[in-house]
């Protein structure tokens, strides 16, 4: 059973275009059905992190709105990132799942007992991965993940229950 997923962020949480303009103003933008799946998966004690070779306060803020538990920029090596975080709850990588979208990633989603991948993410990871999404990085791949996790997991039923619920 997945206990932790992890994600990467420009390309699968976003579409992977960064946006500047004149001012040194960045932009980024997040799909909000990404987020309810995330935000969902927590709820139901789930671990969420993000492992991204940027530094973005963007990135920051979006994991304090959902709630994400780690938050790990500027990872040089993402290997050895995601062992710290599992060795802090003491999960295996088998209770492991990671979805990225480029060749930096491919060092985790080989080692992780499951891999997931947007369906725009470059060939070698797609060549690689157990799921590819039928949605692009940024345009609710991670939504699409999350779901079919918590499916497998048990977890999704009770997230639709609890909204069918909500007018009786």
Excluded at 52 to 77: F, H, P
């Amino acid at each position: 059973m997945i206990k932790l997923i992890v994600l990467d962020v420009d390309g699968t949480l976003t579409n992977g275009k960064l946006y500047m303009d004149d001012k040194d103003n960045s932009l980024k933008a997040f799909d909000v059905k990404d987020g309810f799946a995330i935000a969902q998966w927590i709820k139901h004690g789930g671990i969420a992190a993000i492992i991204t070779g940027k530094t973005s306060v963007i990135v920051k803020r979006r994991v304090e709105e959902l709630g994400i538990q780690e938050l790990v920029q500027g990872a040089g090596n993402k290997v050895a990132e995601l062992k710290k975080i599992l060795d802090k709850y003491q999960i295996s990588l088998e209770e492991t799942a990671y979805m990225g979208d480029d060749i930096n990633d491919l060092g985790v989603m080989s080692i992780v007992g499951m891999s997931a991948a947007p369906k725009n993410a470059v060939k070698e990871v797609l060549d690689r991965v157990n799921f590819i999404s039928s949605k692009n990085g940024g345009d609710g791949a991670v939504r699409e993940f999350f779901e079919k996790v918590m499916k497998e997991n048990g977890m999704w039923e009770k997230v639709v229950e609890r909204y069918l619920n909500e007018g009786k």
